[in-house]
């Protein structure tokens, strides 16, 4: 299982909309890809540029979501 520390993978985001609130600060929608790993999240505008690669662990995803990366990754240590 500690193998697993290793799968490492990046992910980008792409602003798919952008809100206004009743505050006046503006918020976009980021959409991750690859698709289906992370969910789309409302972040500030200004928080974006800390926000446009992540770098996510294996372990850290659910099992369903693992195996979409690599089924077989995934069944060597699970």
Known sequence: MSDLLHFLFC?????IARR???????KVLLHWMPEDILPDAWVSEGDRQQLKTKVVHLSQLPQDTAELLDPNIYRMYF
Do not use: I
């Open 11 to 15: 992910v980008t985001e792409q602003v």
């Open 20 to 26: 206004k609130e009743d505050s006046g600060k503006v």
